[in-house]
């Protein structure tokens, strides 16, 4: 079971950083970081399947795989970025984890543009 | 049946796209990013939703088309009905026709001379579309005299060849006026004595 393991590394990755927290704060940040990227390792081989059955479903509902590969990419750098701001914010760096939150929503736009420019496509196609 | 297929085949993409969606929200991280994907992934919905809608709208004239072809198709059908109804009419009118013409002749035949029975055999123009329709073409007659004949046979055979004159005269009679009512030429009657 991945989630024993998960909950394992978080809740000695906790005990550690409540000790360093204090004494070693550029120390705790690592650990932090490591902890949540090990975990992500750990999460990898679920999240494929996951996309597997998500790309199934995506070519059974006949919607453009390119939508679909858009909205997964939007979804991880909304993870990635939720990731750097929150060890921003851990880091204290207040600053840096806005203009994280500033990129990702802006890559999430720009991703999304394509989607946008033909949604307007459709819309005017159907006036007549 | 077409029409209804692409109906199916739409909501059932609709079916999938909307567990797509949900699968997709439960994705998202809930944070500040939340709400920016959410919008991403209603346009993607959206679209996908509309597109088979679009088709639908593009090719209205085609389901026009293929209505004005189903119903030209049925009116096809209902002209070749009506027409296969006529041409039966047409087809009865003209037996009723040359059924009672024969009786006509018949009758006339019959109050010309004693015979048992007499059968006629007319061809006419049966063309209803023809100017000349009813026109009497040639005109069959076969002339039962039995009766007659076992009547003559008991009688002399002298009386049996003034008869026979007779009848040459009375056919020659008929002939004349049969000829004459129906305005047939006197080569195209043939007529035959039984």
């Known amino acids: ?128 | 049946m077409n029409f209804l297929d692409e109906v199916k085949s739409w909501i059932i993409q609709i079916a999938y796209i909307s567990i797509l969606a949900i699968i997709f929200e439960l994705l998202i991280p809930s944070s500040s990013m939340k709400k920016y994907v959410k919008v991403v992934i209603g346009l993607t919905i959206m679209i996908a939703i509309i597109n088979p809608v679009l088709g639908f709208i593009k090719s209205g004239i085609n389901i026009n088309n293929a209505l004005e072809k189903e119903y030209n198709y049925n009116n096809v059908d209902i002209s070749g009905m009506t027409k296969q109804a006529e041409m039966e009419r047409n087809k009865l009118i003209v037996d009723e026709y040359k059924k009672r013409l024969n009786d006509q002749i018949k009758e006339r035949i019959l109050s010309m001379v004693n015979a048992s029975d007499v059968e006629v055999e007319s061809s006419i123009v049966d063309d209803l579309n023809d100017k000349s329709f009813g026109l009497v073409k040639e005109i069959k007659i076969t002339i039962f005299n039995d009766k007659n004949e076992s009547s003559n046979n008991s009688g002399n055979i002298s009386i049996e060849v003034s008869k026979a004159n007779e009848k040459t005269s009375e056919i020659d009679n008929i002939k004349n006026d049969l000829s004459k009512f129906y305005n047939v030429p006197l080569k195209n009657i043939t007529i035959e004595e039984r």
Do not use: H, W
Request: hydrophobic share 60%.
């Open chain 1, 1 to 128: 079971m991945e989630i024993i393991q998960i909950v394992a590394i978080g809740i000695i990755c906790v005990i550690i950083l409540s000790l360093f927290r204090e004494n070693f704060e550029d120390v705790a940040i690592i650990i932090s970081l490591s902890a949540s990227i090990l975990i992500f390792f750990i999460i990898i081989p679920k999240i494929s399947n996951i996309i597997t059955v998500l790309n199934t479903i995506a070519d059974k509902s006949g919607i453009n795989s390119i939508y679909v590969k858009t909205i997964l990419k939007i979804i991880g750098v909304a993870y990635i970025a939720e990731l750097g701001v929150q060890i921003s914010n851990d880091a204290d760096e207040k600053n840096i984890a806005t203009k994280i939150e500033l990129a990702g929503k802006i890559i999430i736009i720009f991703l999304s543009l394509p989607i946008i420019i033909a949604l307007v496509d459709t819309i005017v196609s159907i006036l007549p």
